[in-house]
């Protein structure tokens, strides 16, 4: 919460805070930074998954156009346009946190120590400052501060313009563009609006920390679209710092991607004057070699004079001097801005708390009290509704009452009507039941004498045939069988 509000706070103090968001996929181009490329169209065959195109802008102005490799943490190139010649340099480093999480709900570049724990995995796909530290590289920017100014040139320092270099081929490669931009390319170009820059890197196997890739080389195409126009491109390699190749469009865009073509139209390459490219070439070798380029084969300022650029020379030592003087006074200024801010977070912080003590006890309390007073409606409404049902089951009880009653009365006069009239029916009943039962008696006494006297005749004659079959046999067995025969 508290990074929040100190987040919000810098925000509200600094009104050009730095902005850079990515562009979606159902946009077109770089949607409103496509005006730093001819015609509004951006180079075409970079389509990996993992180019992001992002419109860098300050204090809501796009400033120029970066296609960022979140698989190598460098940008591939940055499109821009040249302002004028910077005085001053303020590094105020940035990040974009859409980059690392697309979900995140800040949609502008931010200073990486402001961020917190507000974007989900930082640096996953993008470099940091930690990246560079202690690595022996810094942090080059594709696009030079040296050749903007004022807000073009804050919005110059975003990690997403940066890719590791050497701090010599960092001063190499920032000196020997913003010379040939300068005494070259500008004077050369009729309209200076319509002079298209592309600075470009082309990254290697080397990794820094094994993260960030270190380029194997560097590129910069140019683009005058405008009457007689012409195009130029220039490489310098890693490994020779003060190298600075010179080659058409069509031979730099071979050692790119395949089918990639960085301007539209190719910038009229195969129209352009001969004599024009040689004077570019000349004065792109004289810079190479060192020497000064004193003027330019352009119409428009070859008759300017040599003493103009020697006064613009002595203002810009004089500027360099008065840049040194005040320096001191600047970061004094600088230092009681940011005792300043800090007191403003100190007293914005500190009554924050207060006002959430506050109100937190007056919302405590009027909790409290909307529970008592809940409870106690909820206590009566309770009541309430239990007392019709109350007298209902009183009135219910008392009528089932009054009939239990009158079946118990009912049943008392049953039992009292009903033992007399049974002792009548059994009494009526005897003589009935003795006359007839008269007959049944003598028939079973009749059966018995009979059974009796069967069963002694029975027995008789049972034992007469035992005495009988008695004699046959001892007859049998003592006298003998001849005499018998006779």
Known sequence: MKTSIVFLLCISLFPGFSQGRVVREDETGFAECNVFFPGQVPPEGFTQPFHVKICQQYNKEPRFATLYSTKDKIPLYSAFKFTKPAQSEEENWLVEPQIDDPENDLHEMVH????????????ANQALTSDYVGSGYERGLLNPSVLNTEDFQVATYT?????????ALSKSWHRDIGKVVEQVLIPHCSQMDHLYLLAGAIPSSVQVKGKVSVPESLWLAACCDAPAGWSLGLVKKIDDENSLADLTVGELEKQLLP?????????????QSQEKREAILQAVSQIRSGEQVGKSNNPETKDQPVEKHNNQETNGWVRRVAGIIATPFVKLVELLIYIFVELVKFVFYFLWLVVKRVVGTILDGVYSLW???????????MVLIRIPYDVGRVIINIF????????DVMSLIYRILSIPMGFVLHLAAFPYHTVCAIPSV???????IGGTFLLVIDATAAVLHGFYYLACHIIKRFVPKNFSDD
């Open 112 to 123: 990486e120590a402001d961020i917190g724990n507000t974007v989900a995995n930082l640096g």
């Open 159 to 167: 990690l997403t313009n940066a890719v590791p270099l050497s701090p």
């Open 259 to 271: 089918g990639v073509h960085l301007f539209k139209g190719s910038c009229g390459e195969d129209e």
């Open 371 to 381: 529970n008592g007073m809940v409870s106690y409606l909820k206590a009566i409404s």
């Open 400 to 407: 089932l009452g009054f009939l239990q009653i009158v079946q």
């Open 442 to 448: 003598l028939k079973d006494v009749a059966t018995g």
